[in-house]
C-alpha cells in the first residue's frame, strides 16, 4: 500500500525561522519542496553571519569526513564516550575547529608515513627478484676499490643494444673496464657494467643519452654488495613491517579514544548545515517565511500540533486543497505489513509506482515465492535453502538488502518444499527411493501435462488480474483511452476463451456465434482509438497477452530441467562402481544442480512479476519521499 | 510416428528458439548494458526488454511438449 499524502503550507514571521526550522528537523516527516520562485514570493537569502557559517559548517564536515575515513573502527571494548560528547546541540564551530587542528596533523602524518611504507613493501619483492637475476653475474666480477658498478635489465628484443653499451663504455674507460651478461630467463638478458669511478658520470651520462634503464635499488642498499643486499632486502621488508604495525596500533589508539566523538560531531554539523541549506527552498516577504512540503496525511496533525507547542501558536500550519496534477506529484511512500516489506526492495528495482498509482509488493509477496516453490518443488532443495536463507538472515542482520534477500528465499523455500511434497520429490528421484509419494502430480511422463495446465492457469489468472487492476487505475486517474483499451482486451480474452470452450466442448456450441460477435465488438474497439496502425496493432496486442499467459510455462519447463539434472546426479552415482566415488560424484552434481536451482527460479520468477504481471498495469515514474530530517 | 523423427522434431523446436532467444538477448543485452551506463534509472526497462525474447524459447518448449505427447503415439 502507499502512504497518503497531504501536502501543507506553514507561514510565520522571520522571528519564528530558527525555531521552526529546528522543530521540523527533529520531527522528520516534512519533505521541503522549493517554492523559492512562486507565488511572488522572495528567495529567502542568508545573511553574511549565516553566509560564513554555512561554508564553515561545510569546510568542517569535509574535514571531519577525511579523518574519519583515516581512523579504523575501533573494538567495542575500546569505544567509550568522550566526557567532551555534547548531548545533542553541539559544539561552537569554533571548539570543534581547534580540536581537529589538535588531532588532524599527527592523524594525516601517520597515514602519510603509512601509505609511504606500503607501497615500498608492495616494491621490495620486486627488488628481490631483480637481485636474484643479477646474483650469479655478480659472482663473475671482483669488487674493487676506485670502481662502480652498474646493473642493467634489458629486454630480449632488445639485446644487440649490449653490445653498443659494451663498445662506448671501453672507448670511455679503455681496458679498466669490465662488461658480462647472462640470459637469466626467457624474456630478459642481465648486464653488470664495472668501470673506475672517474669515468662514472660520462657513463651515467650515456646511459641516460641511450634511454637504458638501470636497475634502481632503495637508497639502504644501493651501496652494498649484491650478497649483502639480499639480506639487508629482508631486514628492510621486516622493519617496514614493524613500523606499519606500530602505525596502525597508535591509528587505533587515537579512534578509541576520538572516532566516537568524531562521528558524533559530523552528524551534528552536518545536520546544522542541512537545517541552514533547506532555508534556499523556503519563500519570503519582508516580514515572514513561507515553506511548503509533502507530509502523511495521518501525521498532519502531529505536525500542527509540535509546531503551535514548540514555535507558538500564531504560526500558521495548513492543508492546501490540491488539483488531480498537484496530488500526482506527491512522494510515494510504502506502508506494508512488516512480512511484506522485504518485497518492496522488488518493486522499487522496475520503478517507483505514482502516486495514484497500485503499489503490486502484496500481490508480488504472494506470486513470487508460490512460484519459485512450483519450480524447485523439491522438499531437499528446500530444506537445504531454508537453513542457509535463515543462517544468511541471521548472519548478515545490519545488512538490510541481504537480509530482505534472505527472506524472500525463507519463503521461497517453504513453497519448495510444500511443492516437493506434492511433486513427492526429494533431491530429485530419491524422495521415490524412500517411499515419498507425490501428493499431487508427479513431475514425469503425461502427467506433467497437469502441471503445464496449472502453471497457464496461474497465467491467465495473473496477467487478468493486472489488467484488471491497470483498467482500475486508468479510472482513477481518468484515462479514458487507457480504461477503453484494458476493457476492450478483457473482453478479447473473455471472447478467446470462450471460442477455446466450444473448440473443446466445454462449452455447448450455441456459445459459438455470442463470442464470435463479442470477438469482433472487443478487436474493433482495440483497433478504434489506435487509428489506422491499429489494425495491426490490436491484435499484436492481443496476441501478445495470449504469450504473456503461455510464459508461465516456464515454471513448469525450468523445474522440469533441475528434475532431470537431480535425476542424472543420482543415475550417475549409481553407475559408478565404487560407492564413496559415487557419492561424492552424486554431491558434487546435487551441488550444481542446488545453486542453478536457486538462481533461476528465482530470475525467472521475478522475470514473470516485472514483464508479465507489471506491464498490464505498473507505469512506474514516482519519486521517493524522502522527509528533512535529522541524520543519525 | 516413428519415435527417432518425434525426438529430433522436439529437439529442433526447442533448440532453434533457444538459438533465437539467446542471439535476440545477447543483442539488447549490449545495448541494455550501454544504456544503463548512460542513465541508471533505466535498469527496470533495461530489465524488462533482456528478458522479452524468452517467451520465444518457452513457446519452443511447448511445441516440444506437444509433439512429445501427441505424436509420440
Request: aromatic share 8%; charged share 20%.
Amino acid at each position: 500500500m502507499l502512504q497518503r499524502m497531504a501536502r501543507v503550507q506553514i507561514i510565520g514571521s522571520r522571528g519564528q525561522l530558527d525555531s521552526t526550522v529546528a522543530a521540523i528537523h527533529r520531527l522528520g516527516v516534512l519533505q521541503v519542496e522549493d517554492v523559492s520562485k512562486a507565488r511572488s514570493l522572495k528567495e529567502l537569502k542568508p545573511d553574511e553571519h549565516q553566509a560564513r557559517l554555512q561554508e564553515d559548517l561545510a569546510f568542517l564536515a569535509t574535514r571531519l569526513d577525511a579523518l574519519i575515513q583515516i581512523l579504523p573502527v575501533p573494538e567495542p571494548e575500546t569505544t567509550k564516550l568522550p566526557s567532551s560528547l555534547p548531548n545533542g546541540s553541539g559544539e561552537p564551530v569554533a571548539v570543534v575547529r581547534a580540536q581537529l587542528d589538535k588531532l588532524a596533523p599527527e592523524i594525516q602524518e601517520l597515514a602519510k608515513r603509512r601509505d609511504a611504507l606500503q607501497a615500498e613493501l608492495m616494491a621490495l619483492p620486486r627488488y628481490e627478484i631483480t637481485l636474484k637475476k643479477l646474483a650469479p653475474l655478480a659472482v663473475e666480477l671482483r669488487e674493487l676499490q676506485g670502481f662502480e658498478t652498474t646493473a642493467l635489465l634489458i629486454d630480449r628484443p632488445y639485446r644487440d643494444v649490449l653490445e653498443v653499451i659494451r663498445s662506448e663504455v671501453e672507448r670511455i674507460a679503455g681496458a679498466q673496464c669490465e662488461v658480462v651478461a647472462r640470459e637469466v630467463d626467457d624474456q630478459t638478458t642481465a648486464a653488470l657494467l664495472l668501470y673506475p669511478r672517474s669515468v662514472a658520470q660520462e657513463v651515467q651520462a650515456l646511459l641516460g643519452q641511450e634511454n637504458i634503464t638501470q636497475v634502481r635499488l632503495p637508497k639502504e642498499i644501493a651501496g652494498r654488495s649484491f650478497r649483502d643486499a639480499l639480506s639487508a632486502l629482508e631486514d628492510r621488508k621486516q622493519s617496514t613491517e614493524r613500523e606499519i604495525a606500530g602505525i596502525e596500533t597508535r591509528l587505533m589508539q587515537i579512534a578509541g579514544r576520538w572516532r566516537l566523538w568524531l562521528e558524533a560531531h559530523r552528524f551534528e554539523v552536518r545536520n546544522r548545515l542541512q537545517r541552514l541549506l533547506i532555508r534556499t527552498r523556503f519563500g519570503s516577504t519582508t516580514h515572514t517565511f513561507v515553506m511548503e512540503g509533502w507530509v502523511p496525511r495521518n501525521k498532519v496533525s502531529a505536525l500542527g500540533e509540535t509546531l503551535a507547542r514548540e514555535v507558538g501558536q500564531e504560526l500558521l500550519v495548513k492543508e492546501m486543497a490540491l488539483t488531480r496534477g498537484e496530488r500526482e506529484k506527491a512522494p510515494v511512500a510504502f506502508v506494508n505489513p512488516r512480512p511484506l516489506k522485504p518485497f518492496e526492495m522488488l518493486v522499487r528495482l522496475s520503478g517507483l509506482p505514482r502516486y495514484s498509482g497500485f503499489d503490486p509488493t502484496p500481490v508480488i509477496a504472494v506470486f513470487l515465492p508460490l512460484f519459485f516453490g512450483i519450480i524447485l518443488g523439491d522438499v531437499g532443495y528446500g530444506l537445504i535453502l531454508l537453513v542457509v536463507a535463515i543462517d544468511v538472515r541471521r548472519r548478515y542482520a545490519a545488512n538490510q538488502v541481504i537480509r530482505d534477500l534472505a527472506q524472500i528465499f525463507i519463503y521461497g523455500a517453504v513453497w519448495a518444499v510444500a511443492f516437493g511434497f506434492m511433486y513427492g520429490e526429494f533431491l530429485g528421484t530419491l524422495g521415490e527411493r524412500i517411499g515419498l509419494r507425490p501428493l499431487w502430480m508427479p513431475r514425469e511422463g503425461e502427467k506433467i501435462l497437469a502441471l503445464f495446465a496449472f502453471c497457464i492457469a496461474l497465467g491467465v489468472f495473473q496477467v487478468l488480474l493486472g489488467l484488471m487492476l491497470g483498467a482500475w487505475q486508468a479510472w482513477r486517474e481518468r484515462q479514458r483511452s487507457e480504461l477503453i483499451s484494458k476493457i476492450s482486451m478483457l473482453v478479447t480474452l473473455a471472447a478467446i476463451f470462450g471460442l477455446i470452450g466450444v473448440a473443446t466442448h466445454f462449452l455447448p456450441g450455441s456459445f459459438f456465434t455470442p463470442t464470435i460477435v463479442l470477438l469482433l465488438i472487443g478487436l474493433v474497439v482495440l483497433i478504434i482509438p489506435a487509428g489506422p496502425v491499429g489494425v495491426l496493432l490490436g491484435p499484436l496486442e492481443v496476441l501478445e497477452t495470449v504469450g504473456n499467459m503461455l510464459s508461465y510455462l516456464r515454471l513448469a519447463a525450468i523445474g522440469l530441467a533441475s528434475v532431470y539434472l537431480a535425476m542424472v546426479a543420482n543415475r550417475m552415482a549409481g553407475l559408478v562402481g565404487n560407492v564413496l566415488v559415487g557419492v561424492i560424484l552424486a554431491a558434487l552434481l546435487h551441488a550444481l544442480n542446488f545453486a542453478l536451482s536457486v538462481l533461476s527460479p528465482a530470475i525467472q520468477s521475478l522475470r514473470l512479476q516485472y514483464v508479465e504481471f507489471f506491464r498490464q498495469f505498473h507505469h512506474g515514474g514516482g519519486h521517493e519521499y524522502k522527509p528533512f530530517k535529522v541524520e543519525r | 510416428m516413428e519415435l527417432g523423427l518425434v525426438a529430433i522434431g522436439a529437439g529442433l523446436a526447442v533448440g532453434i528458439t533457444a538459438l533465437g532467444t539467446a542471439y535476440a538477448q545477447g543483442r539488447i543485452g549490449s545495448a541494455g548494458m550501454g544504456a544503463l551506463a548512460e542513465k541508471e534509472e533505466l535498469r527496470g526497462i533495461v530489465l524488462i526488454l533482456v528478458a522479452l525474447p524468452e517467451t520465444m524459447v518457452i513457446l519452443g518448449f511447448a511445441v516440444a511438449a506437444m509433439i512429445i505427447f501427441f505424436l509420440r503415439t
